[in-house]
Structures are given as structure tokens and as C-alpha cells.
């Protein structure tokens, strides 16, 4: 595997890039897990249409956080390690503020009508964010797909 060049980009440090990802990432889980917690309570209510909504709400907004992120800038014309590094953050940020805003008012609406699908949800969305945790490794092999990309559509 190949590191990101940083001699394209010699003003990007690569390793802080990751780690203001990182955290970024960890804030945004953090923030849903301890809403999470503080809202525990008895789970007896009923499922009610403010929790059809939620649910509802959810499921769109988790599509729309794998889709949209694909249109946010475009990969082909950035030149430099630092842009698409640049790149990456946008989309790993929007992708987990989606998923983040349903999970908070999943949790929200569990708090309001105490019935468990809602926490279940705002659970099950906080799980979606996980995997979207920025590595070095996940980066480079993006950096590397995108510059893939770009030498195959000049080629046509």
C-alpha cells in the first residue's frame, strides 16, 4: 500500500489531517451515545406518530447519508493529496451529521413517547457510524481509488 505523497502537498500533515477526522468522528458518536444515556428511562409508552416519523425520517436520512456524500465536490479535478484529503472530510462529516441528526431525534422522540423502537433506531443509526471511523489505511486506499479513477476517465 502505498502512503499518501506528501510531496504534492508538502504544507498537508497527513497524520493531523487523520487525527481532526478522528476526532471530529468520535465528537459526533460521543454526542449520540451520551444523549443516549442521559434519556434512559422506563421504555412503557406507545409507539405514537411523532415515532412513525422518527423512524421514517431515519431511514431516508440513512440512504441519503451514503448517496450524498458522493456528489459533494469533485474527486477528478482536485491535483493535490491535501485537496482530496480535503475532499474526504467533507464527505465523512456530512455523512455522519446525517446519520448523527436522525439519531438524535430518534432518541429525542424516545424521550417524549418512551417506547423502545425509537431508542432502538437512534440505536441502530449510531451503529451506521461506526464503521465510517477515518484510519490512515481507509484513507490512502480512498486516495488511491480516486487518483485511479481520474487516470481512467483521462485515458477515455
Known amino acids: 500500500m502505498d502512503p499518501v505523497d506528501q510531496d504534492s502537498a508538502p504544507d498537508i500533515d497527513v497524520s493531523a489531517a487523520i487525527r ?27 409507539l405514537e406518530m411523532l415515532g412513525m416519523i422518527a423512524t421514517a425520517f431515519a431511514f431516508v436520512t440513512t440512504i441519503v447519508s451514503f448517496v450524498l456524500p458522493g456528489f459533494l465536490g469533485d474527486s477528478r479535478t482536485l491535483v493535490t493529496d491535501g485537496e482530496l484529503l480535503g475532499l474526504y472530510q467533507v464527505r465523512l462529516i456530512v455523512g455522519l451529521a ?58 477515455m
Open 98 to 155: 446525517l446519520l448523527e441528526g436522525a439519531a438524535f431525534f430518534n432518541i429525542l422522540v424516545f424521550s417524549m413517547e418512551h417506547h423502545w423502537a425509537s431508542l432502538m433506531v437512534g440505536g441502530i443509526l449510531l451503529l451506521l457510524m461506526l464503521p465510517r471511523w477515518p484510519t490512515r489505511s481507509k484513507i490512502e486506499s480512498w486516495i488511491r481509488t480516486q487518483r485511479e479513477l481520474a487516470a481512467l476517465d483521462e485515458t
Open 20 to 46: 481532526t477526522m478522528q476526532i471530529i468522528t468520535g465528537a459526533l458518536i460521543a454526542g449520540v451515545a451520551v444523549f443516549a444515556l442521559v434519556t434512559l428511562g422506563p421504555a412503557d409508552g406507545e
